[in-house]
């Protein structure tokens, strides 16, 4: 089947089997692998991406259900200044300075799941621990992750 995304603004026509995960697709075919494979059963949350503007776990999301989707990987959300000198996004930014990221398997879904958080903050009304929720990390305590992302929050609700 011919699978037509939108993937971090860029349009994208890949052939899969209907049933591929997403994560596949992405990795794979896409070359993004920014995105994680974790579980592998949702649990994770390794894998976490945006998909017309829902946090999704890619590896639950048949390829099918993407098409004309508009994804958002962990690898759009730098910009590049007008110098050409990449910017990390605030939650990205926030991460590397308060050493949220310790093996990095769980760093694109937890920041991915931040910055949609930080977007939709009404999706989850009791705080950040309600919004990481689905999001797994095994090698560390969360506190330099919560640190980021409060950094991030006091910095500005990122676009």
Not at 29 to 34: H, I, Y
Not at 87 to 112: K, N, R, W
Request: glycine share 10%; hydrophobic share 40%.
């Amino acid at each position: 089947m011919t699978i037509r995304m939108t993937i971090n603004g860029r349009d994208c026509t890949t052939d899969a089997n209907p049933m591929t995960p997403l994560l596949d697709v992405l990795r794979e075919s896409c070359r993004l692998t920014g995105t994680k494979y974790g579980c592998g059963e949702g649990e994770c949350g390794a894998c976490t991406v945006i998909m017309n503007d829902e946090l999704v776990m890619s590896c639950l999301v048949p390829v099918m259900q993407a098409e004309v989707a508009t994804i958002e990987t962990v690898e759009g959300l730098a910009r590049m200044a007008d110098d050409g000198a990449e910017i990390l996004h605030p939650v990205q930014q926030a991460f590397l300075e308060c050493g949220g990221a310790q093996c990095g398997i769980c760093t694109p879904g937890m920041v991915m799941a931040g910055v949609h958080h930080l977007r939709h903050p009404e999706l989850a009304p009791d705080g950040l621990a309600e919004a990481l929720e689905g999001n797994l990390c095994r090698c560390t305590g969360y506190s330099a992750i919560f640190r980021a992302m409060e950094r991030a929050a006091e910095a500005g609700r990122p676009a």
